[in-house]
Each structure stands twice: as C-alpha cells, then as structure tokens.
C-alpha cells in the first residue's frame, strides 16, 4: 500500500530541498528577482510563496520600472496644491477635499491587454475593478467613464474589439447603476494589436468615512466576503499586463477573469452598509493578484502581520491548488479587517445582502505573514518584501533614433497642399467632421446609461461630465479626460502637457474650477529604451505641467508593454481633470442655446497643423511638431470663464483642440440644433493665418462662448481686464443651418447626418 | 400620503424613485424584497435595474421575493401599482400585466430621450395627463421589446389597456410601439421609460426650452398623491 504523501510545497521542505527547480521564468520573474526571493528568505521560496512574489512583483502590481519617474508628481508640488488633498498617491485612489465636508475620490485603470484577447470580458471587469477601488476608499461610486482607442477601422478586427468592449462596459456598467458620464473613443492603427480600454470612476464620501486598507490592530479577522474564489484571471497581472504579446503566441484567455455585475452591484451596497454600521477597520478590493495582493498589502500597510488559513477560502472549483488560489483574480471579492467584537453585526450585513463570506485568519503585531495550508506552513514572508519592497529599475533611455526626421517632416516641410477656394475647404470640413475619430459616438455612448443615480448634470457630448454630490447645496464635480497619442509621438514632454491642458480647459468650459489631476500612463515595453525615454518625457511633462497650473496628481495608473512585436502604440498618457462647482445649476453645455446670441472666440489662432486632425485626415501625414503649450494662457483663460459664469455671461463653451475651429462650430450647432452664422476674416486678419489654419488648426488656450446680447459689453470688459484675446466671430440663429460666410451653408440635419452617420455604419 | 419604493438586489433606479416620490410631495417608505410587510402604504413602485442580475428572466426571480406576494394580493385588491422598467418586466413576470419583454430588436442596450403618446388618462399612475398628450421620458433598456399573442393584442387594443406607445421613433421593436400598460381597474400601471428621470428641471432630458429641464414625469407621481386623496 502506499502511503498518501503531500503534495504541498511547505516553508519546511523549501528549506529541505534548496536545489529543487522552480518555474519563476516562466511566472515572469527574472533571474535577479528570484535571487533577491531567496535573499529575503534566506531560503528559496515555495510554491506558493513563488506565486505570490510573481504576481505583486509584476511590472503592473510593483511600478517597478516606472517608479522613479512616478515620483516626482509627489514632489514637484508646493503646499497650496496639498491643501485639499486629504489621500495622496499610493492608496487605492486619491481622496479630494471639495469642500461642505464632501470628498470624492476618482481614478483612471487600464486594462488593455485583456480587453484585447476578450474584449467583452476584458473591458467588463476593467469597470469592475476601478469601481472597487473607489469603494474601497469608504465612497459610493458615483459615475464611470471610459478611454478607448481601437486599431484602424477598416482593419476586420476592429469590429470585433469595438462591439465586444462597447458591450462590455455596457453590460457592466449599466448593471451595477453607475451613470457614464463621458470618455475618449480614438482610432488608429497603432493601437490594433494593443487596444486600450482605460476606465475611471469618481465616488464621493464625507470626511469622517474614509476608509484605508490597513490591517494593525492584532487581534482582528481577516475576512473575505463577496463573489467565491475560481480558476479566472489566473496570472493576469504577470503573464498579461507585464509582457509583450507575440503575434503567434498561444490564446492566453484563461488570464482573462470573468465578470457578474450583479455581485458586485450587491457588493456595492452591502460595503456601504458596513461602512455605516463601522464594523470593518480596514478595507481592500481583490483585483490585480487577488489573495496575494490583498493580504500582504493590508499587513504591510498596517505595520503589522497576518496568520491565514488557506482552506478557509470559499472556492467555485474544488480542485484549485493553493498557488492558484493565491494568484487567482476572480473578481467582486472584497477582504475587510473585522474587529472581534464586530463580528456579529458583520455576519448581520452581508448575510442581509446574502453575500458569502468566510474569516481566513487574523491580524498579528509580528509584522510577518504566515499562510497555512490545512496544517501545513506554505508562506512564511514579511509582507513589505512583498507589497512595498519590491525591485525599482532605472532602464536605460535612449533618445529616439527616429524622432529628428519625424519632427523635421512638418507639415510646410512636406509641403501638405492645402486648399485654394471655398468649395475644396468646405469639403475638407466635411471629411474632418465625418472621419472616424470626429464622428459623434453617439452610437457608442447611447449604449451606456447616463440617467440612473438621478445627479448627471451634464455628459456626452458635452466638454466633461458633470454630477451632483449634494443634493442640498447642489455641490458637485466635473470630470474630462484627454490624450493625443499622436501629439506625443512628436512631443511626449509636451504631448503629455497638451493632455493636461485640454482636460484642464474642458474642466474649466464647463463652470468648474480645476482641482486635481489622475492618470493612466500607456506606453510600449519599458525594456526598449526609446519607449523609456518617451515615458520619462511625458511623466516630466505631466509633473511640470501639473505644478505651473498648481493642481496635483492624486493617483494614477501605468499600463506598459502594448506593443506586437516591436512595434509600440504612440505614448498615450491619459489625463484626467476632476474640478469643482458649488452649484451645478451654474454648468455650461458645449452647445448654443439661444438665438440672437454673440458668438466669440477666446484665444490667439496660430499656424498649427503639424499632428493635427487635418494633416492626418486630408493627408494622411504624421510630422511636425505639436501646437505649443501655453500654461499661462490656458489658466488665464480658465479664470476668465470661471468669472464669466459666476456672473451668469455664458450661454455656451466650447473647447477647440481636435478639428479646430471647423469641429468645434459643428459640434456647438448639433449639440441643440441652434443655427449660427460665422465669419473668418477677423481672425485670419489679426491672427495673420490664412483660412486652412482658421478653420483647422489645433493651437491651445481657446475656446467659443456663446453670450446673450445684454451681456456683451459686461463680458467683452471682463476679457479686456484679464487680457484674454477676445474676438466675436458670429450669431447664433434660428435658421437652421450654420453658415461659414464666403465659405459654405449647411443645413443642420446635412450636418447631423454627416456627423453621425459614420460610426454606425461602421460597426451598428 | 405613503409610497412604498421596493428594492430587490441588483435594483438601480430605487433612489431616484424615491426622490421623484418626494418631489411629487410623497412620503417615502422603502420597502425591501424580503419582507413581505407592506408597511401599509397607499402605493407601490416597482423601479428598474437588473433584479438579481436578470438572471433565468428579466424580472422572474424578483417575481417570486416574499414582498411580490404580497404587492399582488394587494394590487389584486386595488393597491395602486407602477412598474418601471425592470420593474415592468416583475410585473409582467407576475402576471399583474400580460406579454412579455425581449431583448432589444436591434441587439444593444439603448439609452435615449423617448417620446411617447398617453395613450390612457383613466388610471392611477396616469389621471393628471391629457388623453392624446406628447411627453418625453428617458428610456434606456435591453430588454425593452414588447411581444404578446394576438389574442392578448386584441384585448389590450380593445378594452383601451394601451396605457403609452412611442412615438416618433419605436426604440426597441416593441409590438404596436407598446411602451407601456394598465390593468382593467386602473391601478396597475407597468412601462419601460424612466418617469423618476425626468421630475426635477436640470437633471432630465433637454427640451426646447432649455438643457435637461424636462419634468414630464412628475405627472405620473402626483398623479397617484391626487388619486389616494381623492379616495
């Protein structure tokens, strides 16, 4: 007979077999890593142990390459931009003071790699993950939006992305009640192997309810509670966020985890009922390395250690190992740090909820984690080496062999033709304002609902979303997002900054006041020093721009190896901007309202069209050098309109970037079908740009208002005072067309057929 | 003047239901799924979402919590009823209305201002309208398409139970632009536009007049305030 041997890899039998082979290579560790394992261990790891190394020392758990770029946004800041931040860089999400003893919390993730292998599932649990972060926090959730580029369109691929991840926000988003407030859908064919599903959410919660993930009282349970624990998502964070894929490579969808909105709508609902009744010390969301994550992070965060009992986790499939169990990222699964005492009136809640739960272990004062496995020891780790303590890379940077040509190829280099009589710039706007990427999206974001919560003030197509936090007061925030890949490929120091500039001018469009500033930071492999270089630009752009408008990063998110082969996506450094409005009564839509109003244009007009919509649209030409930032200028203006609608001036704001002038008066014309007639020669008058650039060009700092007659004077005066270049260019009308003098009229429903006919018969 | 607003797991719009109850100048009393104590309120609304997921079908598992039993002995009894959205699918599910509810004609989830034509003012839920009356209420389902054999057609065409229909624009391949119903007494009313979307000016759909200031749906609360005074 023989005799039942355990198969389990215990602290002793690692000690016992110091030569045994272990598969770190192909768990994504590199050969320093697994040395240094052994050095922290005085011993080599065990399996288990293994796993959990590999996964939170993984490129998107550890930071590892980006964090010495990273911190300088927690540096380059003075005390007033720290002022209102109560949760900086490092927790979950940074928490904002708003004022009224309201705090909100907002961060953008990436979850690129999944969403390519299975979009559906993929962009699904993107939305789930940002969402339990916020709520991690101690805040409801509030609103999503989403950052997508997709490959080309006319590339067959490209449906399958764009309607499996549409679907999966969908299908996610609206389940768990959570309006959509807006986000960013980009095209190009840089991004067909690597598309990137960004997602953002924004919760907000009072002061007294924040909530951190820290486990240091011994003496408390360690609870996990939510969804059970299967075979999904194995190795997510290390075998697909940390590595480039090969074209041939094998189907990695079994990383991908698999979503059920509905569990954590329920979850939702039953964490906030825990945070009423303060029966959990501490809180933490399973994503990115599950367990692994989870347990070391609370320990170490709290200075503190944690004895686990691994059989006591509630599993979906019996015959998972511990590894897998400790790599696994099934999703809606939330670990709480119970005081005994609470224990009851805990059971209380979730069984109210009839959410699942089990008490794994608890809290100890030494600071070590000991993980048992029925009575065996397969982890014995101190949690910092883990969580906190894992290798920093400085990569080497190279500056781009490619980028002088590139940046010498402007569009005047080339000699772009641009056109020479009113009929062939009318039919170029047309083309621009019908091309994929300046289509509406309606199509897309028809399919999100923005209603539920009953607090949207404004979203798509306006410049940002906006939501009501207190219904007393009216009180609440304005979100916008931006990245131009395309930019940052000839500039990533100021490609970043022109992020940061639009969100921060559509933030201020809407009546809000700038606040604070989040990121998702997406790149090409961190081991191919030109990509290193354009990353170490963009975050230095990011961090210097952040600093002259005096608002802070709060948090934020890298998502490196989006590249086939050798091929790298452009720098796309998502920005976002959450600003603030005492009253969101006082908000202004992106469109014109009334008839017989003013329309001016704020802001110089430069020759710009080097990375613009044109060059890319009329001459499919990527050269040049991007449109300059003017930090000064985009503050100045943002002042002004901030004073503007305090005093009640503006009808509408529109921001100009993408299309210029020409996709901003269409856009203001289709938002409420209010006419206008507009008229070009005062501005390439005084700006000195012939009409292609008035139309076209993508120079900053601008913006179209729209002013009631009676306000004129009042708002031209406030311009002059604060030096804002102020130009009036046109009347909104009942007419039912737009009308570019001595260019072209357009009724609007030519125009609303145009505009929004592209994208369905794409992809509906 | 009590209006209970149910809430099963997966349900979204409850809170938005129970502002519209208190803008309407209700009192508002939750009600949860697993406790079949009516509290004795005056109304009931069933709001939307995806009770327990949608799982099985919109609406079956929610059909059978202990509190339905008790809200359709009440209906039964004259309780004034309004299903929204998911809610209409529960009451659907619960054969209080009659059909059923499929996915979307054209396979998406839609949201959109909706138009829509009273087409019934003899109900609880509907009496503060004009017959014939053009209203706009936010619409955003998936499973939203209105189907039923054509004896029940018949029926509803014929004893006026046709309580809305959309209009200008059918969203979701519903059978005769059915977009929502009441029972022969009046007192069970069941569609799928979000009425608690549009009753407070800034935070519903746009109208002519100005950005997200339509309040069409506040008729559909008052409404039934009016008709429990009245009675």
Same mark, same amino acid.
């Given at each position: 007979?023989?005799?039942?041997?355990?198969?389990?890899?215990?602290?002793?039998?690692?000690?016992?077999?110091?030569?045994?082979?272990?598969?770190?290579?192909?768990?994504?560790?590199?050969?320093?890593?697994y040395?240094?394992?052994?050095?922290?261990?005085?011993?080599?790891?065990?399996?288990?142990e293994l796993?959990?190394?590999?996964?939170? *020392?993984?490129?998107?758990? +550890?930071?590892?390459?980006?964090?010495?770029?990273?911190?300088?946004?927690?540096?380059?800041?003075?005390?007033?931009?720290?002022?209102?931040?109560?949760?900086?860089?490092?927790?979950?999400a940074?928490?904002?003071?708003?004022?009224?003893? *309201?705090?909100?919390?907002?961060?953008?993730?990436?979850?690129?790699?999944?969403?390519y292998?299975?979009?559906?599932?993929?962009?699904?649990?993107?939305?789930?993950?940002?969402?339990?972060?916020?709520?991690?926090?101690?805040?409801?959730?509030?609103?999503?939006?989403?950052?997508?580029?997709?490959?080309?369109?006319?590339?067959?691929?490209?449906?399958?992305? !764009?309607?499996?991840?549409?679907?999966?926000i969908?299908?996610?988003g609206?389940?768990?009640?959570? $309006?959509?407030?807006?986000?960013?859908?980009?095209?190009?064919?840089?991004?067909?192997?690597?598309?990137? !599903?960004?997602?953002?959410?924004?919760?907000?919660?009072?002061?007294?309810d924040?909530?951190?993930?820290? #486990?240091?009282?011994?003496?408390?349970?360690?609870?996990?509670?939510?969804?059970?624990?299967?075979?999904?998502?194995?190795?997510?964070?290390?075998?697909l966020?940390?590595?480039t894929?090969?074209?041939?490579? $094998?189907?990695?969808?079994?990383?991908?985890?698999?979503?059920d909105?509905f569990?954590?709508?329920?979850?939702?609902?039953?964490?906030?009922?825990?945070?009423?009744?303060?029966?959990?010390?501490?809180?933490?969301?399973?994503?990115?390395?599950?367990?692994?994550?989870?347990?070391?992070?609370?320990?170490?965060?709290?200075?503190?250690?944690m004895?686990?009992?691994?059989?006591?986790?509630? @599993?979906?499939d019996?015959?998972?190992?511990?590894e897998?169990?400790?790599?696994?990222?099934s999703q809606?699964r939330?670990?709480?740090?119970?005081?005994?005492?609470d224990?009851?009136?805990?059971?209380?809640?979730?069984n109210?909820?009839?959410?699942?739960?089990?008490?794994?272990?608890?809290?100890?004062?030494?600071?070590?984690?000991?993980?048992?496995?029925?009575?065996?020891?397969?982890?014995?780790?101190?949690?910092? +080496?883990?969580?906190?303590?894992?290798?920093?890379?400085?990569?080497?940077?190279?500056?781009?062999?490619?980028?002088?040509?590139?940046n010498?190829?402007?569009?005047?280099?080339?000699?772009?033709?641009?056109?020479?009589?009113?009929?062939?710039l009318?039919?170029?706007?047309?083309?621009?304002?019908?091309?994929?990427?300046?289509?509406?999206?309606? *199509?897309?974001?028809?399919q999100?609902?923005?209603?539920?919560?009953?607090?949207?003030?404004?979203a798509?197509?306006d410049?940002?979303?906006?939501?009501?936090?207190?219904?007393?007061?009216?009180?609440?925030?304005?979100? #916008?997002?931006?990245?131009?890949?395309?930019?940052c490929?000839?500039?990533?120091?100021?490609?970043?900054?022109?992020?940061?500039?639009? +969100?921060?001018?559509?933030?201020?469009?809407?009546?809000?006041?700038?606040?604070?500033?989040?990121?998702?930071l997406?790149f090409?492999?961190?081991?191919?020093?030109? /990509?290193? *270089?354009?990353?170490?630009?963009?975050?230095?752009?990011?961090?210097?721009?952040?600093?002259?408008?005096?608002?802070?990063?709060?948090?934020?998110? /890298?998502?490196?190896?989006?590249?086939?082969g050798?091929?790298?996506?452009?720098?796309?450094?998502?920005?976002?901007?959450?600003?603030?409005?005492?009253?969101?009564?006082?908000?202004?839509?992106?469109?014109?309202?009334?008839?017989?109003?003013?329309?001016?244009?704020?802001?110089?007009?430069?020759?710009?069209l080097?990375?613009?919509?044109?060059?890319?649209?009329?001459?499919?030409?990527?050269?040049?050098?991007?449109?300059?930032?003017?930090?000064?200028?985009?503050?100045?203006?943002?002042?002004?309109?901030?004073?503007?609608?305090?005093?009640g001036?503006?009808?509408?704001?529109h921001?100009?970037?993408e299309?210029?002038?020409?996709?901003?008066?269409?856009?203001?014309?289709?938002?409420?079908?209010?006419?206008?007639r507009?008229?070009?020669?005062?501005?390439t008058?005084?700006?000195?740009?012939?009409?292609?650039?008035?139309?076209?060009s993508?120079?900053?700092?601008? !913006?179209?208002?729209?002013?009631?007659?009676?306000?004129?004077?009042?708002?031209?005066?406030?311009?002059?005072?604060?030096?804002?270049?102020v130009?009036?260019?046109?009347?909104?009308?009942?007419?039912?067309?737009?009308?570019?003098?001595?260019?072209?009229?357009?009724?609007?429903?030519?125009?609303?057929?145009?505009?929004?006919?592209?994208?369905?018969?794409l992809?509906? | 003047?009590k209006?209970?607003?149910?809430?099963?797991?997966?349900?979204?719009?409850?809170?938005?239901?129970?502002?519209?109850?208190?803008?309407?100048?209700?009192? !508002?009393?939750k009600?949860?799924?697993?406790?079949?104590?009516?509290?004795?309120?005056?109304?009931?609304?069933?709001?939307?979402?995806?009770?327990?997921?949608?799982? @099985?079908?919109?609406?079956?598992?929610?059909?059978?919590?202990?509190?339905?039993?008790s809200?359709?002995?009440? #209906?039964?009894?004259?309780?004034?009823?309004?299903?929204?959205?998911?809610?209409?699918? /529960?009451?659907?599910?619960?054969?209080?209305?009659?059909?059923?509810?499929?996915?979307?004609?054209?396979?998406h989830?839609?949201?959109r201002?909706?138009?829509?034509?009273?087409e019934?003012?003899?109900?609880?839920?509907?009496n503060?309208?004009?017959?014939?009356?053009?209203?706009?209420?936010?619409?955003?389902?998936?499973?939203?398409?209105?189907i039923?054999?054509?004896e029940?057609?018949?029926?509803?065409?014929?004893?006026?139970?046709?309580?809305?229909?959309?209009?200008?624009v059918?969203?979701?391949?519903?059978?005769n632009?059915?977009?929502?119903?009441?029972?022969?007494?009046?007192?069970?009313?069941?569609?799928?536009?979000h009425?608690?979307?549009?009753?407070?000016?800034?935070?519903?759909?746009?109208?002519?007049?100005?950005?997200?200031?339509?309040?069409?749906?506040?008729?559909?609360?008052?409404?039934?305030?009016?008709q429990?005074?009245?009675s």
């Amino acid at each position: 007979m023989v005799k039942q041997v355990s198969t389990v890899d215990t602290t002793k039998n690692a000690k016992n077999t110091p030569d045994k082979e272990q598969p770190w290579r192909e768990l994504g560790l590199k050969q320093e890593e697994y040395d240094r394992i052994k050095l922290i261990l005085d011993r080599r790891p065990t399996s288990a142990e293994l796993a959990m190394y590999s996964v939170m *020392w993984s490129e998107h758990c +550890s930071y590892k390459s980006s964090k010495i770029y990273l911190r300088q946004f927690g540096e380059k800041v003075t005390d007033e931009m720290k002022k209102n931040l109560m949760v900086g860089m490092g927790e979950n999400a940074g928490v904002v003071d708003i004022g009224e003893g *309201w705090a909100v919390t907002f961060k953008v993730e990436s979850h690129n790699h999944p969403s390519y292998i299975e979009p559906f599932q993929g962009a699904a649990t993107g939305v789930g993950g940002i969402v339990r972060d916020i709520l991690t926090m101690g805040a409801r959730p509030i609103a999503v939006m989403d950052q997508l580029r997709f490959g080309a369109v006319a590339n067959p691929d490209t449906a399958r992305v !764009v309607n499996g991840v549409v679907s999966g926000i969908s299908f996610y988003g609206n389940c768990l009640g959570l $309006p959509n407030i807006g986000g960013e859908t980009v095209f190009d064919k840089v991004y067909q192997g690597n598309p990137l !599903v960004n997602a953002l959410s924004v919760g907000a919660l009072r002061h007294e309810d924040l909530k951190l993930a820290k #486990a240091s009282n011994p003496g408390d349970l360690v609870i996990l509670f939510g969804a059970r624990t299967g075979a999904d998502g194995i190795g997510g964070v290390s075998v697909l966020a940390s590595e480039t894929f090969d074209a041939d490579g $094998p189907s990695r969808r079994p990383a991908v985890q698999v979503g059920d909105p509905f569990a954590e709508k329920v979850l939702i609902e039953c964490c906030l009922e825990l945070y009423a009744a303060q029966v959990v010390a501490g809180i933490q969301d399973l994503g990115g390395a599950g367990l692994s994550c989870a347990t070391s992070e609370l320990a170490s965060n709290g200075r503190a250690g944690m004895r686990v009992q691994l059989k006591e986790v509630l @599993l979906r499939d019996e015959s998972l190992t511990p590894e897998e169990i400790l790599m696994s990222e099934s999703q809606e699964r939330m670990m709480a740090i119970v005081p005994k005492k609470d224990l009851k009136a805990f059971t209380a809640i979730v069984n109210k909820y009839e959410v699942e739960f089990s008490v794994l272990g608890e809290v100890i004062r030494e600071p070590r984690l000991y993980i048992n496995w029925g009575k065996e020891e397969i982890v014995n780790v101190p949690p910092r +080496s883990v969580a906190h303590d894992g290798p920093v890379y400085e990569r080497p940077v190279a500056y781009p062999a490619w980028l002088d040509n590139l940046n010498n190829n402007s569009v005047n280099h080339a000699q772009l033709r641009r056109a020479t009589n009113p009929s062939e710039l009318a039919e170029q706007l047309i083309q621009i304002v019908s091309s994929p990427n300046q289509a509406s999206k309606s *199509w897309i974001t028809d399919q999100y609902d923005h209603y539920v919560g009953g607090n949207t003030a404004l979203a798509m197509p306006d410049d940002s979303g906006m939501v009501r936090v207190s219904e007393e007061t009216g009180l609440g925030v304005a979100i #916008a997002t931006d990245a131009n890949g395309r930019y940052c490929q000839l500039d990533p120091y100021n490609g970043a900054k022109l992020a940061l500039a639009e +969100s921060y001018r559509n933030v201020a469009s809407s009546g809000a006041v700038p606040m604070a500033v989040t990121n998702c930071l997406n790149f090409g492999s961190p081991e191919n020093p030109e /990509v290193m *270089w354009q990353f170490k630009q963009a975050t230095a752009g990011l961090a210097d721009g952040c600093l002259e408008l005096g608002i802070p990063v709060t948090g934020g998110n /890298v998502s490196f190896y989006n590249q086939t082969g050798d091929v790298a996506i452009y720098p796309t450094p998502v920005v976002g901007v959450l600003g603030v409005i005492d009253d969101v009564a006082r908000r202004i839509p992106s469109g014109w309202q009334d008839a017989g109003n003013n329309i001016y244009l704020l802001g110089i007009t430069r020759d710009e069209l080097d990375g613009s919509v044109w060059s890319e649209v009329i001459h499919d030409h990527l050269g040049g050098k991007p449109p300059v930032v003017d930090l000064a200028a985009e503050k100045a203006l943002a002042e002004l309109l901030q004073g503007a609608s305090l005093q009640g001036l503006l009808a509408s704001t529109h921001d100009l970037s993408e299309g210029g002038l020409a996709q901003t008066l269409v856009e203001s014309t289709l938002r409420f079908g209010m006419g206008a007639r507009v008229w070009l020669n005062e501005i390439t008058e005084r700006d000195q740009v012939d009409l292609t650039a008035a139309l076209f060009s993508e120079s900053t700092a601008r !913006v179209i208002v729209s002013v009631g007659r009676e306000d004129d004077v009042k708002f031209v005066g406030l311009c002059e005072a604060r030096t804002v270049p102020v130009l009036r260019i046109g009347v909104t009308d009942a007419s039912g067309q737009l009308e570019i003098q001595d260019l072209a009229t357009w009724s609007i429903e030519e125009l609303k057929n145009t505009h929004g006919a592209t994208i369905p018969e794409l992809f509906g | 003047m009590k209006i209970g607003v149910v809430t099963f797991p997966g349900t979204l719009d409850d809170r938005d239901a129970q502002r519209a109850v208190r803008i309407a100048g209700g009192e !508002v009393v939750k009600l949860w799924h697993a406790d079949a104590d009516l509290h004795s309120v005056d109304a009931v609304i069933l709001p939307g979402g995806f009770s327990f997921g949608d799982y @099985l079908r919109c609406g079956a598992i929610a059909a059978q919590a202990p509190v339905m039993e008790s809200i359709i002995d009440a #209906a039964n009894g004259g309780l004034p009823v309004l299903g929204i959205c998911n809610g209409f699918q /529960v009451l659907v599910e619960s054969h209080l209305l009659p059909g059923g509810l499929i996915r979307n004609e054209h396979q998406h989830f839609i949201c959109r201002d909706q138009k829509l034509i009273v087409e019934n003012i003899d109900t609880a839920w509907t009496n503060g309208f004009k017959l014939g009356q053009e209203i706009t209420i936010p619409l955003k389902n998936g499973e939203g398409g209105y189907i039923a054999d054509d004896e029940t057609l018949r029926r509803l065409e014929g004893d006026g139970l046709i309580a809305f229909r959309y209009s200008e624009v059918n969203p979701n391949g519903s059978v005769n632009n059915i977009a929502g119903l009441r029972n022969e007494r009046g007192n069970v009313v069941g569609l799928m536009p979000h009425p608690e979307h549009a009753v407070e000016p800034g935070f519903g759909p746009d109208t002519p007049l100005a950005m997200r200031s339509g309040v069409d749906g506040l008729t559909f609360f008052t409404s039934v305030l009016n008709q429990v005074v009245n009675s």
